[in-house]
Nanobody, 121 residues
């Protein structure tokens, strides 16, 4: 049984940083697509960043230069380092795994329950 559990969310002021973690069980973080999504209040879910099979990272324009995706395969854990946070970064953040395609554009099969990030101005 595959399980993804996010942690590290919280409330911060604009300009501060947070690091989110996603502990994965029943599935390997090696040679796979891993991603972070978010859903802001009143908006649809969007892809924040994805880490491909070969270790390439792709970011949404809104977070480039501020967010970094990484993983620790030995610990089967995915991370999202978020710096210079803005109020518009507020939302529920979800980790996901198991998409297909060279750029991981397929449907993600496995999802976490989410962790809340709130950024105040």
């Amino acid at each position: 049984q595959v399980q993804l559990v996010e942690s590290g969310g919280g409330s911060v002021q604009a300009g501060e940083s947070l690091r989110l973690s996603c502990a994965v069980s029943g599935y390997s973080t090696r040679d796979n697509c891993l991603a972070w999504f978010r859903q802001a209040p009143g908006k649809q879910r969007e892809r924040v960043t994805v880490l491909t099979w070969l270790g390439d990272s792709i970011y949404a324009d809104s977070v480039k230069g501020r967010f970094t995706i990484s993983k620790d395969n030995a610990k089967n854990t995915l991370f999202l380092q978020m710096n210079s946070l803005k109020p518009e970064d507020t939302g529920m953040y979800y980790c996901a795994a198991g998409a297909s395609g060279s750029q991981c554009t397929g449907v993600f099969r496995f999802w976490g329950q989410g962790t809340q990030v709130t950024v105040s101005s």
